[in-house]
C-alpha cells in the first residue's frame, strides 16, 4: 500500500519559481521485494527537482543490486544524501518490545557489514552529494541552495559540521531526527530540515498515531510535516523558526515486517514563496 505524500511548504522568496523535492527513506530494501523497487522507479515520472534520500536504504548484503536498479531512473537528477544505521550494518532480531523503552537502541558483537561503501560510490558517480559531517551547495532551478547535513545521530555518529557560507534557501538533512541535531539546524537557520528514521510509529494506533518514534522526538510529529520548535510564524496557532519532514519511509525490518495504520510512504515536497 505505497502511499506519495503531497506537501506545499512556503520557504521561498518572493516571485521565486515553485522547486520539487522528492523525498526518499528507510527502504529497508531486501532482493525479494521487487513490488517496492518498480514503485521507487515509477516516482521518476513526478520529475523533481531535488531527490534526498535519509538513509537506511538496505536490509540485506544481496541488496545493493536491486536498490540501484530501483534508483536508477532518479539518477540523473540532482540528489543528496546521508546514512542511516541499516546502511552500515545489517538488521538482527530482537524484542520488539524494546522499543516501547526511552532508549531502544542496541549493540551487538560481530556486526554484520552491508555494502554501503559500494552504495555511496554510486550515488557519488551518478552525482548525488554526500551530506556526511559536512555542507554543500547545489544549483537547482537557477538559484543556489545550501545543505547541511549529519551522520546517524541514532547511532552516536553526528558531528555538526563547522559554521559555513548558505544560501537564500539552506535545507538541513539527517536520517534521524533527535532533538540535538534538530536545534542545531534550526540554529543554524535552515528553512527545512528532512528526516526519516521514525517508519511514523510504524504500528500506530487509530485516532492516537505513533506510540513510539525510536528517538527522542516527540510522538506528534513522528511523521509528516511539522514546525521545530513550535509552529510556523505564518501557520495558526503558535510561532518557530524551522520547518520539519519527517518520511514514515518505505519498509520495515525484515524481522518485524508488519505496519498498521501507517503506510509506507514517499513524500514529494513543493516548496513555494512564503
Known amino acids: 500500500m505505497f502511499t506519495l505524500r503531497r506537501y506545499d511548504v512556503p520557504v521561498l522568496g518572493p516571485g521565486e519559481q515553485p522547486l520539487r523535492v522528492l523525498h526518499l527513506s528507510d527502504l529497508h530494501l531486501t532482493p525479494v521485494q521487487r513490488d517496492k523497487v518498480a514503485w521507487v522507479r515509477d516516482l521518476a515520472r513526478l520529475e523533481p527537482d531535488l531527490v534526498v534520500t535519509t538513509g537506511d536504504n538496505l536490509a540485506h548484503d544481496d541488496a545493493l543490486g536491486p536498490l540501484l536498479e530501483a534508483y536508477a531512473p532518479l539518477m540523473d537528477r540532482p540528489g543528496v544524501f546521508v546514512l542511516g544505521s541499516n546502511d552500515y550494518v545489517a538488521p538482527r532480531p530482537k524484542n520488539p518490545a524494546r522499543y516501547l523503552l526511552p532508549d531502544a537502541r542496541?549493540?551487538?558483537?560481530?556486526?554484520?557489514?552491508?555494502?554501503?561503501?559500494?552504495?555511496?560510490?554510486?550515488?557519488?558517480?551518478?552525482?548525488?552529494?554526500?551530506?556526511?559531517n559536512t555542507r554543500v551547495t547545489l544549483e537547482l532551478g537557477g538559484r543556489t541552495v545550501s545543505f547541511v547535513g549529519v551522520d546517524d545521530p541514532h547511532l552516536d555518529r553526528d558531528a555538526f559540521p563547522a559554521p559555513g557560507p548558505r544560501a537564500d534557501l539552506h535545507l538541513g538533512v539527517s536520517h534521524a531526527p533527535y532533538t540535538r541535531v534538530l536545534d542545531a539546524m534550526a540554529g543554524d537557520g535552515c528553512d527545512l530540515v528532512l528526516a526519516g528514521h521514525t517508519h511514523g510509529g510504524q504500528l500506530c494506533v487509530p485516532f492516537y498515531g505513533a506510540l513510539v518514534t525510536n528517538s527522542d522526538l516527540d510522538r506528534g510529529r513522528a511523521s509528516g510535516l511539522h514546525g521545530w520548535p513550535g509552529l510556523r510564524p505564518d501557520a495558526?496557532?503558535?510561532a518557530g523558526s524551522t520547518w520539519l519532514h519527517v518520511s514514515a519511509g518505505l519498509?520495515?525490518?525484515?524481522?518485524?515486517?508488519f505496519r498498521f495504520a501507517c503506510r509506507p510512504e514517499a513524500s514529494l515536497l513543493t516548496l513555494l514563496p512564503r
Open 251 to 257: 519498509g520495515t525490518s525484515p524481522y518485524a515486517p
Open 106 to 132: 542496541t549493540a551487538h558483537e560481530d556486526p554484520e557489514e552491508l555494502p554501503w561503501r559500494e552504495m555511496t560510490a554510486a550515488f557519488r558517480r551518478a552525482g548525488w552529494r554526500d551530506l556526511t
Open 236 to 238: 495558526p496557532g503558535g
